[in-house]
């Protein structure tokens, strides 16, 4: 019985639930008292993997701005209090700045616990976890949760009762922030390095709102035209997510009104960003990895980028061809690419950044932590040195084309055992595509990529699972007009003729 509490709630590396009632067909299964044994466990599982007894560790507790937020803060609280471990409070927060506070010098915490479900809608919420090692695996996840459901079958000792502690932690953080600018573009916080930048921030109603009022603006930036800085849980003007085409053409139209150097966005809880140029471009998706590539370009050469399955033809050969960086073309999902990229670096291979098109962005400089501010530092700084040399920062862009046509279909697979009806659909694909002489793309690590090189059509498709949910997300760009329809005009019938599969998307 417990088991079916628990295990559901498991989400790849992180825990997702309903929290809060108020759209049809999703009820609650995401409480206080889940939050409270959940946490209680990941607490043993910190003294586990530290070697320290419970009496000795500190474990924080952080939240972005999400209605259910404050009772999912309370039960996890209390489960570290009554493991008799000392409980801190870091009240709101980004999920990069929980993990930095088990490595910054003042607070160096043994775990963390980041309430948040980033971009979900407002019913939902869920739980990160960190060590001074980086965010738990999805092993580690499901760890926890079998450990939740013996603590609480199992009415478990509780120990000494420790104050709950807080901390201003997104005060450190931006600290840390400005530390950064100040000491790259060699001055000091009392010098106003940014003085001559006009910046607009869009946070979304979410946790992004310290950095305009807590990085940029005491470093002297002019953040006027900034939007939805202040927090609120229902998200009452868009979505906090930089894929959204709503959100970007909102911090899109603030960038250009205002006649500011740049726009950042920020996702709910500041782990993914993008950016709009002064001239209104949109910098996300694999503009970003080419802007955040040919950032780092200059102190990692001959390096290899990892992205996630879906990136352009016309980036690789930016990268490749333009910057002189490898490109591994991996998975979806930002553990697989950061782990891929750890992976390299520890055979040998220079491997700076891990990046997926959706925002999320990991630094090897930056302990491999998906952090939307540290990347908007990154583009910050080197907007300033563009600027003070009479340049854009958008000229490092030079020479990436976009694809004239792109488009994505979703196929929902109607069967129970999802994963191997559409893993055996994927592989039927690669036969049929084999069998009609298309270009089937090797190496390929996730699902079937297609390559078309012809006189009618030139463009790409890739075919894959998805991470958690029963769809085949199939995505398609063109560099010649009506060449999406003309993929689709190839590919519809082999879908077609699979019962359990709904391929009303592909028209």
């Not at 599982?45 to 500190?58: M, R, W």
């Not at 490595?103 to 809608?121: E, V």
């Not at 590919?491 to 599969?501: A, D, I, M, T």
Request: hydrophobic residues 40%; charged residues 25%; negative net charge.
């Amino acid at each position: 019985m417990l088991e079916k509490k628990y295990l559901p709630l498991q989400n790849g590396s992180d825990v997702r639930g309903v929290a809060l009632e108020g759209i049809e067909g999703e009820h609650v299964n995401l409480t206080e008292e889940i939050a409270y044994y959940i946490v209680s466990g990941f607490v043993h599982f910190v003294s586990e993997k530290t070697g320290k007894q419970i009496c000795d560790l500190k474990i924080s507790v952080g939240h972005d701005s999400r209605l259910s937020a404050n009772f999912l803060k309370n039960g996890a609280l209390k489960g570290i209090q009554d493991c008799g471990a000392m409980a801190i409070d870091c009240s709101l927060a980004s999920t990069p700045s929980m993990f930095m506070s088990c490595i910054l010098d003042k607070l160096q915490y043994d775990g963390a616990i980041m309430i948040t479900a980033s971009h979900l809608p407002f019913n939902r919420n869920g739980l990160k976890f960190f060590t001074k090692e980086g965010g738990l695996e999805s092993k580690d996840i499901k760890w926890l949760l079998n450990k939740a459901i013996v603590l609480e079958s199992e009415s478990f000792v509780k120990g000494v009762n420790h104050e709950i502690q807080s901390c201003d932690l997104l005060g450190y953080y931006s600290a840390n922030m400005r530390s950064i600018i100040c000491r790259e573009l060699q001055c000091n916080e009392q010098d106003l390095p940014l003085k001559d930048m006009h910046i607009v921030v869009d946070a979304g109603n979410g946790a992004g709102g310290f950095f305009a009022s807590r990085v940029l603006q005491p470093l002297g930036a002019n953040i006027d035209g900034s939007l939805y800085l202040d927090p609120d849980g229902s998200f009452p003007n868009h979505i906090p997510n930089p894929e959204n085409a709503k959100a970007m053409e909102a911090i899109r139209k603030a960038t250009v009104e205002n006649h500011a150097d740049l726009g950042i966005i920020f996702d709910t809880d500041v782990d993914r960003a993008a950016t709009v140029l002064s001239n209104g471009k949109e910098i996300n998706k694999n503009a970003l990895i080419a802007l955040m590539s040919a950032i780092l370009v200059k102190d990692y050469p001959n390096s290899t980028i990892v992205t996630d399955s879906v990136t352009s033809d016309q980036l690789e050969d930016f990268l490749v061809n333009r910057l002189g960086l490898q490109h591994h073309r991996f998975k979806r999902g930002y553990r697989n690419v950061i782990n891929e990229s750890i992976r390299l670096n520890n055979e040998g291979i220079v491997s700076p950044l891990a990046i997926e098109t959706s925002g999320h962005g990991a630094l090897k400089e930056n302990y491999f932590l998906d952090d939307g501010a540290y990347m908007s530092v990154k583009i910050l700084i080197e907007a300033v040195r563009c600027k003070k040399e009479g340049k854009s920062i958008g000229d490092l862009l030079d020479g990436l084309e976009e694809a004239l046509e792109t488009k994505e279909c979703r196929l929902r697979i109607l069967v129970d055992d999802f994963k191997t009806y559409g893993l055996q659909v994927l592989d039927d694909f690669k036969v049929f595509a084999k069998n009609n002489n298309f270009i089937v793309v090797e190496p390929n690590y996730e699902g079937v990529r297609i390559s078309f090189n012809n006189d009618q059509v030139q463009g790409w498709l890739l075919v894959r699972m998805s991470l958690h949910d029963p769809i085949l997300p199939m995505n398609i760009e063109a560099n010649t007009e009506g060449g999406v329809e003309m993929i689709l005009s190839l590919v519809r019938p082999f879908f077609k003729k699979y019962e359990h599969l709904n391929v009303e998307s592909l028209g």
